[in-house]
T-cell receptor, first 115, second 114 residues
Framework: NAGVTQTPKFQVLKTGQSMTLQCAQDMNHNSMYWYRQDPGMGLRLIYYSASEGTTDKGEVPNGYNVSRLNKREFSLRLESAAPSQTSVYFC??????????????FGPGTRLTVL | AQSVTQPDIHITVSEGASLELRCNYSYGATPYLFWYVQSPGQGLQLLLKYFSGDTLVQGIKGFEAEFKRSQSSFNLRKPSVHWSDAAEYFCAVDPNQAGTALIFGKGTTLSVSS
């Protein structure tokens, strides 16, 4: 049982390049989330997916797109990377939206640098 | 404005000493409340959570937190800190009690001195 996995662990991009961050969970969770973590800012929600086939914007969605490929996988895409997107990105999942008794489980993170 | 505040950016305590990390929130209703810990280079791990009922909540690794409605606070405590507790601690809230994504404080870094 791997929990929440993220690939890659590290990535360096040039401004304007695109890339997709991958996230998968093997806990049969319904809800998945993407956060970014910046020094002194805590974690901020980018997008979330309450269930397969649905996605919603979070606090900082600009410059990102997401795809809930299936129940297990939730990807985050940067179409044209900017230095302001240099951050650590965390994926998380929880059993079901609408129940705060559910715990969010986090992946190990992807450290992205945009030059 | 609605927010989650962790007033202490960095705290240093001696090994074996007690610890209290502060968290205040400003939401109209009592949100669901959480504390997470992040060790260097790692993801976040849930320490404890409060939804309702007993205002003193026990968590993993010997941590506890007390919800005080009158002070809009949810402070994290541990009676005796171990060197392995050195990490970053985040308070988080679910302001709508809807199981939607969390709002995090900016974090408190804990250093433990020998």
């Amino acid at each position: 049982n791997a929990g929440v996995t993220q690939t890659p662990k590290f990535q360096v991009l040039k401004t304007g390049q695109s890339m997709t961050l991958q996230c998968a969970q093997d806990m049969n969770h319904n809800s998945m989330y993407w956060y970014r973590q910046d020094p002194g800012m805590g974690l901020r929600l980018i997008y979330y997916s309450a269930s397969e086939g649905t996605t919603d914007k979070g606090e900082v969605p600009n410059g990102y797109n997401v795809s809930r490929l299936n129940k297990r996988e939730f990807s985050l895409r940067l179409e044209s990377a900017a230095p302001s997107q240099t951050s650590v990105y965390f994926c998380a999942s929880s059993l079901s939206r609408g129940s705060s008794t559910d715990t969010q489980y986090f992946g190990p993170g992807t450290r992205l640098t945009v030059l | 404005a609605q927010s989650v505040t962790q007033p202490d950016i960095h705290i240093t305590v001696s090994e074996g000493a007690s610890l209290e990390l502060r968290c205040n929130y400003s939401y109209g209703a009592t949100p669901y409340l959480f504390w997470y810990v992040q060790s260097p280079g790692q993801g976040l791990q849930l320490l404890l959570k409060y939804f309702s009922g007993d205002t003193l909540v026990q968590g993993i690794k010997g941590f506890e937190a007390e919800f005080k409605r009158s002070q809009s606070s949810f402070n994290l405590r541990k009676p005796s800190v171990h060197w392995s507790d050195a990490a970053e601690y985040f308070c988080a809230v679910d302001p709508n009690q809807a199981g939607t994504a969390l709002i995090f404080g900016k974090g408190t870094t804990l250093s433990v001195s020998s």
